[in-house]
């Protein structure tokens, strides 16, 4: 898909929510795990038009991070190589905005990786899920998933996987919009 007008509202947008679990928080040292999206048109998510995938890390995944996400060496072990999995993840996004619940780790992150391993990584337009909610209650103390889902009446499911959170991310962002 083409590019959206950057004048576009919101609501007009094609927007892929996007969230990574990573050995770490250091974008130049850590490694992606697992990488989840999910597809939305304005503000319908579209649940079923969703992109996973475990990744290979090539380094091993600390105690402290397995604690988070509960992924382990042997979760990994036979899962897609970043660059594998980067190309796959630019095709699903396609010409897209990408979202996220402080979406520019992961794209930090994505875009780390691509460097590493020689991948051509084009940064997508994006759009942060907890900036927008601050934005819209500049009185707001926490901006966490767990309250912005608590503040929105969005359930939440499968909390620190990609997936999982990429769509609540979604649910949360449909409701903003």
Do not use: C, Y
């Amino acid at each position: 898909p083409a590019r959206a007008d950057p004048a576009a509202p919101l609501v007009a947008l094609e927007i892929v929510v996007l969230d990574t679990e990573t050995t770490g928080l250091n974008v130049r040292a850590d490694r992606i795990v697992q990488i989840g999206a999910v597809r939305m048109r304005g503000a319908e998510v579209i649940a079923a038009d969703r992109f996973e995938t475990m990744v290979k890390p090539d380094i091993p995944i600390p105690e402290a991070a397995r604690r988070i996400h509960g992924l382990s060496d042997a979760d990994v072990a036979g899962a897609p190589t970043v660059s594998h999995a980067l190309h796959e993840l630019a095709a699903f996004i396609g010409g897209a905005v990408v979202a996220g619940h402080s979406v520019h780790f992961d794209l930090a992150m994505l875009r780390h990786e691509a460097a590493r391993h020689g991948v051509d990584w084009a940064e997508p337009r994006a759009l942060d899920a907890a900036l927008l909610a601050a934005a819209l209650e500049p009185g707001q103390l926490d901006n966490s998933i767990e309250s912005l889902a608590l503040g929105f009446g969005v359930e939440i499911t499968g909390r620190h996987t990609a997936a999982g959170d990429a769509l609540v991310t979604a649910q949360i962002l449909a409701a903003m919009i």
